[in-house]
């Protein structure tokens, strides 16, 4: 149920995926939860400015239900996004959603 999506403006990522390996397995390890529930995703190429600036940026969302934890998330997310793309972290967003169950869908039901 834990779900990491992340928009790049950079149209091109070495090692994509990797990068959505590495990330789903932080997101599991952080939330506590089973990475076989872990979603990541990666769009690269989004049109976006951060500041005025075209240079790369990102943004980030991630939902779970339960299990968040913002700081540790948005450090550890941040420094695997700069390692891996170049995004410096001062130019990466992240937004946190904790979702009741009954409103995440899965496997023709809802968790709640």
């Keep these: 149920m834990p779900l990491i999506n992340v928009r790049l403006s950079s149209s091109q990522v070495a090692n994509a995926e990797e990068l959505l390996k590495e990330l789903s397995s932080e997101l599991a390890n952080l939330t506590g939860k089973p990475e076989s529930y872990v979603m990541s995703l ?7 400015i951060f500041g005025s600036s075209k240079d790369p940026c990102c943004y980030v969302e991630v939902k779970s239900i339960g299990g968040l934890h913002p ?10 996004i ?20 009954s409103l995440w869908g899965f496997d023709k039901k809802t968790f709640g």
């Design 42 to 48: 990666l769009q690269p190429g989004i049109p976006m």
């Design 82 to 101: 700069n390692i891996r793309t170049g995004i410096p972290t001062n130019r990466i967003y992240i937004g946190f959603e904790d979702i009741p169950p």
């Design 71 to 80: 700081h540790k998330m948005t450090e550890s997310f941040c420094n695997i």
